[in-house]
């Protein structure tokens, strides 16, 4: 597959991926190298990355724990100090090898490391290929907020290497594929109807689903990399979906939604906002809902948690002068961005999804 320029990051794909990084090692003078894992990177990832790096620089493995419970303020300080204690300074170079948790947080932390860091992203999953990945957003969460602090700035490399989805269980490709879906939905009906089977596709087909998507995303970034107008339409189906994430998160009695399941949810609600708001076809919204539910399962949300997950939409980072602000749909591959949606016709959309 051929390698994508994005502004001032390459993004390379399969054994393009060593090629390039062992170039970028010897034309750059780093000082050390510092790989950030999570346990099941450390496992399953490491070992054959390690194999095809060729370096002469000391290099020095940081552990985070998995989970979206860790991307958070406390975790970044016990990485700055790591990167204290072990020496780093700033010709050094950082490695993010995992999923969303480990690109945007690693990415966060060597941005603001002695003011900013050269780092690398290498996502080993799904989720972090197509979407966490590229685009240059890093950061953390607030308590059980997502994404709240961060700041857009580009890795030096992004180096996509298909055959560590071989490592992850089906819950986590399936994580993935909701926010391939989302660009099939926001940005061309052909990408979208490429799904519709998907017991069809083979593991070369996926290949190209997933250079597809990257180019899709990089068109959008590249137009609107500060998320000033079009790049907001890579929220569709977040704005409720990220709530019920944090409402999940954040309450004991449930369990914890990947960010898929939980988008997954927010693009049903947000194509049933959009058929009542925009005259969204009828029966795609339906469709949808299907597809969606077919894939991902239906997830129980009682009436009576509906005004607590609505309430969590005031923290949305899209939000601005007292207004939520919806993505929505005209048409697939037609999106709408800064649409006000009135309580009630969220309620409705909840119901829709659960009945």
């Known amino acids: 597959m051929d390698s994508i320029s994005a502004n001032d990051c390459v993004i390379h794909f399969n054994e ?15 000082s050390k190298i510092f ?71 690693g990415g ?17 999953t799904l989720l972090s290929m197509v979407d966490a990945s590229i685009g240059g957003k890093t950061g953390v969460d607030l308590g059980e907020l997502k994404n709240q602090i961060g700041v857009i700035s580009n890795p030096n490399l992004v ?10 269980p089906a819950n986590q490709m399936r994580s993935g594929l909701a926010e391939m879906l989302k660009h099939g939905l926001i940005n061309n ?36 990399p500060f998320e000033n107008g079009l790049r907001k339409t890579l929220n569709f189906g977040h704005t409720l ?13 449930k369990t914890t939604l990947l960010h898929g399941e ?7 609600l947000a194509s049933f906002i959009s058929t009542k708001l925009l005259g969204f076809p009828e029966k795609t919204t339906l469709d949808i809902r299907d597809l969606f539910i077919n894939y991902f399962g239906k997830i129980d949300i009682d009436k009576s948690e509906y005004l607590s997950i609505m309430e969590l939409l005031k923290y949305d980072k899209k939000n601005s002068h007292g207004n939520i602000n919806f993505v929505l749909l005209e048409a697939i591959g037609k999106p709408k961005i800064d649409c006000k949606v009135a309580d009630e016709i969220i309620i409705e959309a909840f119901e829709f999804y659960s009945s």
């Open 16 to 30: 393009k991926c060593y090629i390039a990084l062992n170039e970028h090692l010897k034309e750059n003078n780093f």
């Open 35 to 105: 790989i950030l894992v999570d346990e099941n990177t450390h496992q399953y990832c490491l070992p054959g990355f390690l194999e095809k790096m060729v370096t002469s620089l000391a290099i020095e493995i940081i552990e985070i724990e998995s989970g979206e419970i860790n991307k958070n303020i406390e975790t970044c300080v016990g990485v700055w100090n790591t990167l204290s204690d072990l020496d780093a300074d700033r010709k050094s170079l950082m490695i993010n090898i995992g999923g969303g948790v480990i690109t945007d947080l």
């Open 108 to 124: 966060f932390v060597a941005c603001t490391f002695k003011r900013g860091i050269a780092y690398i992203n290498v996502p080993t």
């Open 159 to 168: 180096l996509i290497d298909t055959n560590f989805l071989d490592t992850l």
């Open 189 to 224: 009906v052909n990408y979208w109807n490429k799904f519709q089977n998907l017991s069809k596709l083979n593991l070369s087909d996926l290949d190209e689903l997933i250079h597809e998507s990257v180019l899709i995303k990089k068109c959008v970034v590249e137009e609107d």
């Open 241 to 253: 979906g990220h709530a019920i994430e944090s409402y999940f998160l954040s309450n004991k009695n």
């Open 262 to 268: 939980a988008i997954a949810i927010g693009m049903i």
